[in-house]
């Protein structure tokens, strides 16, 4: 069977603050859907909302300071800063309203956004992430208490913002073929249903920004309590991983359940389930969809 070539387009978008962002779609025909990315990664995570024949019109942009997106002149990358860009992304598309698809911890900025702004969004497809305090769910796999697992993970972060100078030679030089993706695969790290090709666009990529500026968008993550679930009053879906080292499924189930009729779902994936799992990421939000325009 053939694989549908992937399509990309990339625009710039300012951001309320005057930051430039490198936005992105698929532009396909469909209802609207604003993906809501994990920190510093970038359109090839989702295979599946690439095809230009998925059936939904992607909008959505990569962050500050990565994948083309400027670094703020006053360094801010905060919850704040990323529900002003998803904000700026729907007004430049002249989209009113959209569903949410976000992944880790695009999760937090996508309950945000319909927490601050309900008439903005629609509905919400959460997938490997939860509504604020993301450090905490960490390590439930192997059952480490979550007060012990924000620290530290908030420490492994802390320190990659000073080590990163010396690990950054080595990253931009990791040779990112099928080998080495395959590597991954059978690492376990990522479930080798991933397919390698597209596993190895979405780290080629990632690679290319600076580990201490990842470091960075991921403290100004971890700064932010849980999101308020009081006011979600649209359908919603969460897709947790079994194996997920980043985002405890039984933290996702716990979010779930606060969120009037949502969906849960739990699969035998990792944090990567959109590379992982890309049919049924596609087969979600279809099902979401329709509860949306039901």
Not at 121 to 132: E, R, T
Request: some cysteine; glycine content about 8%.
């Amino acid at each position: 069977m053939t694989t549908p070539t992937a399509f990309v387009r990339y625009y710039d978008v300012i951001s309320a603050d005057g930051t430039k962002l490198r936005a992105w779609t698929n532009d396909a025909e469909g209802p609207v859907v604003l993906v809501s990315n994990g920190l510093g990664t970038n359109p090839h995570a989702w295979p599946s909302l690439l095809n230009p024949g998925c059936g939904v019109r992607v909008i959505s942009w990569n962050h500050r300071g990565t994948g083309g997106s400027a670094r703020p002149v006053d360094n801010r990358v905060d919850l704040d800063a990323f529900v002003e860009d998803a904000v700026a992304i729907m007004d430049d598309a002249g989209v009113a309203t959209a569903t949410v698809v976000s992944w880790s911890a695009g999760v937090t900025v996508a309950f945000e956004l319909a927490g601050r702004y309900p008439e903005r969004v629609n509905g919400i497809l959460a997938v490997a992430g939860v509504p604020g305090n993301t450090f905490a769910t960490m390590l439930a796999p192997i059952k480490v208490p979550p007060f012990i697992a924000k620290r530290l993970m908030v420490g492994l972060a802390r320190s990659g913002g000073w080590s990163g100078p010396v690990i950054a030679p080595i990253t931009k030089r990791i040779p990112w073929t099928n080998a080495t993706a395959n590597m991954l695969r059978w690492s376990r790290l990522i479930n080798p249903a991933a397919d390698v090709g597209e596993l190895r666009t979405l780290l080629q990529e990632f690679c290319t920004t600076h580990p201490s500026w990842y470091a960075k968008l991921a403290i100004g993550v971890s700064e932010h309590q849980r999101v308020s679930l009081s006011s979600i009053a649209v359908p919603a879906t969460f897709l947790s991983g079994k194996w997920d080292m980043l985002t405890g499924a039984r933290d996702m189930l716990s979010a779930s359940k606060r969120v009037e009729g949502s969906r849960y779902r739990e699969l035998a994936s990792t944090h990567f389930i959109p590379v992982e799992f890309p049919e049924i990421v596609m087969e979600e939000l279809e099902l979401l969809l329709d509860r949306v325009h039901a």
